[in-house]
């Protein structure tokens, strides 16, 4: 490998490594546990499951 070619390539490391920090930081947070009880509504909030909903 020339010096030129190796020079590219951690170019191109450094590039997607700052490229992949970047989204990540961009994601949505995690979602913490629920209960065997819970389900995730679509507002990202846990709510107990109601027999009637079952």
Do not use: C, H, N
């Not at 191109?12 to 490229?19: G, K, M, P, Q, V």
């Not at 913490?32 to 990202?44: F, I, P, V």
């Amino acid at each position: 490998m020339k010096r030129s070619e190796y020079s590219q390539d951690s170019q191109l490391e450094d590039r997607l490594l700052s490229f992949a920090t970047s989204m990540a930081e961009t994601y949505e947070p995690k979602i913490a546990a629920g209960t065997t009880s819970q389900y995730l509504r679509g507002d990202k909030t846990w709510q107990v499951i109601q027999q009637s909903d079952v």
